[in-house]
T-cell receptor, first 115, second 111 residues
């Protein structure tokens, strides 16, 4: 089984709808991240969480919100989806080793289309 | 945050070595150099990281310039499976700052 899973894998929705993307991990990591990727561009950080009680905005948080329900779960919500939020969304996790860089593990991605 | 500069694309023949360059002239003393790659239709995956010394692992080698203002990811024998976007990223050694991905280098491997 995959260590980082994302649901749904594909979603088509309409403008104005509320959408939730879910991420679960079995790696036991404290840190979780949400990125979005647009065609031809790199990944941009939306939100990140270093533990269950910690939520931080990334470079493009406007229009998004997150919830860290447990160590293993980190959800991304679009309160009112708009077409320019059409993108590929990735969840990632990493361990918490202060003073040492740690590898980020990515999920398979969720392809979201907003009509 | 210190930035990296990579070529948009590179091409290599199969079974030949590939040298992927990265410039990071504003790197600070506490920044590690990370490389990730993203295969088609997949999430990024870790390749290698280093601080000052050259590093080797089963996937690749990382050569870091003495002044640390540039680095090179070396794939010793490119295969078709190595065709991907390669990202060079600087990350603080505290680990308290998320990695910031740029656009990377798209590597094409020709059979």
């Amino acid at each position: 089984d995959a260590d980082v899973t994302q649901t749904p894998r594909n979603r088509i929705t309409k403008t104005g709808k509320r959408i939730m993307l879910e991420c679960s991990q079995t790696k036991g990591h404290d840190r979780m991240y949400w990125y979005r990727q647009d065609p031809g561009l790199g990944l941009r950080l939306i939100y990140y969480s270093f533990d269950v009680k910690d939520i931080n905005k990334g470079e493009i948080s406007d229009g998004y919100s997150v919830s860290r329900q447990a160590q293993a779960k980190f959800s991304l919500s679009l309160e009112s989806a708009i077409p320019n939020q059409t993108a590929l969304y990735f969840c990632a996790t990493s361990d918490n080793l202060y003073g040492s860089p740690t590898e980020q593990f990515f999920g398979p991605g969720t392809r979201l289309t907003v009509l | 945050d210190a930035k990296t500069t990579q070529p948009n694309s590179m091409e290599s023949n199969e079974e030949e070595p590939v040298h992927l360059p990265c410039n990071h002239s504003t790197i600070s003393g506490t920044d590690y150099i990370h490389w990730y790659r993203q295969l088609p239709s997949q999430g990024p995956e870790y390749v290698i990281h280093g601080l000052t010394s050259n590093v080797n692992n089963r996937m690749a080698s990382l050569a870091i310039a003495e002044d640390r203002k540039s680095s090179t990811l070396i794939l010793h024998r490119a295969t078709l499976r190595d065709a991907a976007v390669y990202y060079c990223i600087l990350g603080r050694n505290s680990g308290n700052t998320p990695l910031v991905f740029g656009k990377g280098t798209r590597l094409s491997v020709i059979a």
